[in-house]
């Protein structure tokens, strides 16, 4: 469907650049685009390696057990369906860790992972459970304390204070989460 969407709109800016503008600059921005999306890529790629690998050292070490140790009494409260020594609950700890530092590609596995083992605990295996739905909420709307990708986007566009978006990423994704894990806790009780 997205795929249609992304279709939809390049289609439509290009009958636009053609029968409204000039079909020069159209060339132009498609070949300067593309490179400079290449170049972006090429750019990202070091930090996420970077952040990837402090996650996994963070994993071998024990690190993120620790810190997994220390959210249980929230998590328990969040997911009450999973049992006190899931292995789901570490993987949805490491995926929290590392959304909250802004690194959306290193917590994917480990999203994936909770995802798994939620699975193998799930009853009914072709629906999702109140808990698979309550950690997609919290990934999707989860809390960002460090931005790393985003300011580093600001970064290579030669942004005069890459960091400034800090507070206001913490607020707004604290506000989103807020809003989403209440909504979940609503459709949760109309459920019952």
């Known amino acids: 469907m997205i795929n249609k969407i992304w279709g939809f709109f390049i289609i439509i800016g290009i009958l636009f650049t053609l029968f409204f503008g000039d079909s020069t600059s159209l060339n132009d921005t498609i070949l300067t685009s593309a490179s400079s999306g290449v170049k972006m890529v090429l750019d990202l790629i070091p930090i996420l390696v970077l952040w990837s690998g402090i996650m996994k050292i963070a994993e071998k070490s024990g690190v993120l057990a620790n810190i997994s140790k220390l959210f249980r009494p929230l998590l328990s409260k969040l997911f009450p369906s999973l049992k006190k020594d899931s292995k789901a609950l570490g993987y949805i700890t ?80 604290i506000c989103s989460s807020v809003a989403g894990l209440t909504l979940d806790k609503i459709r949760r009780r109309k459920k019952r």
């Open 94 to 173: 490491s995926n929290i860790c590392a959304n909250a530092l802004g690194l959306g590609s290193a917590a994917t596995p480990f999203g994936l992972k909770a995802m798994e083992e939620m699975q193998k605990e799930n009853q009914k295996k072709d629906t999702a459970s109140d808990a698979m739905i309550t950690f997609l909420v919290l990934n999707t709307s989860g809390v960002t304390i460090i931005p790393t990708t985003v300011i580093a986007l600001r970064l290579m566009h030669q942004s005069a204070n890459p960091e400034e978006i800090i507070l206001t990423a913490i607020l707004a994704t």
